[in-house]
């Protein structure tokens, strides 16, 4: 039998790794909010951490008035990207991971072994393909260029036949079939409420994913007013060797870069906690 001296001290172990893990998290967090109240001279100072003078109005001032408030066209054109492409790549995904739980039809597991190849590409080994594709379509340049490719999330697919298959009982699509309604109507009224926790949390993945996308943007676009956050602030902090002024506004963005990121995980956590009785059958 284990001692209560021994459970204590694996608790305080394991209570001091958190401690440290959180902490180690938390770290470029802290530097960004205490960095984005510094000019460019405390910044190349090297005191980011002293909290002396702090004036973050200052920066953001600055960054909205420059260029004429271009920034803030970013910040709009990542959440078009990041918020419509995630939504709808969710429901893309959790309707084809429905379907391929659900339906029986010929060469669905090698379809399926399609869709897991797709897993296993890196995006930045599609980039050039989808570029030549986008350029042949005529939408190189265009908010299409971003939006089109995200749509597609193999991962997601992957995910959402794996929880049609714990969350969606057969009976329940039944006796929705037996009262009358369609196949649509059978997965939008019950199939998706059901999997509802699944698509805020393959929707948490492409959001995060889609915000922090750099290299596809970097390949489609040219035109800076079409050009997310990601790109934008790397453009600034490419400036920023030759002039310095650069730096409180790159750092500055990207503190408030963060936000819609914590405010998505946060308003949506308890959506997971619903996982843990989604699907159950009365």
Known sequence: ??????????????????????????????????????????????????????????????????????????????????????????????AAGYAFDKYHFRGKEKLFGVV????????????????????????VNTYWAVLLPVLVHPFGVYLSRVLSAGYVPDEALEAARIDGAGELRTFWSIGLRMLMPGFVTVFLFQFTAIWNNFFLPLVMLSDQKLFPLSLGLYAWNSNSRAEPEYYPLVVTGSLLAVIPLIVAFVSLQRHWKAGLTAGSVK
Do not use: C, Q
């Not at 897991?116 to 939408?139: E, H, K, Q, R, W």
């Open 1 to 94: 039998m284990t001692s209560p001296a021994f459970r204590w001290l694996s608790r305080s172990a394991v209570n001091g790794v958190l401690v440290l893990a959180t902490l180690y998290m938390l770290f470029p967090l802290v530097w960004l909010v205490t960095a984005a109240t510094k000019d460019a001279g405390g910044l190349l100072a090297g005191n980011a951490f002293s909290f002396e003078g702090f004036d973050l109005g200052a920066n953001l001032s600055a960054l909205a008035s420059y260029g004429d408030g271009v920034y803030f066209r970013w910040y709009l054109n990542s959440l078009l990207y990041a918020g419509g492409g995630a939504a709808l790549s969710s429901l893309i995904s959790v």
């Open 116 to 139: 897991l190849l797709g897993v296993l590409l890196p995006t930045t080994a599609l980039a050039l393909p989808m570029y030549l594709l986008a350029s042949d379509v005529g939408i």
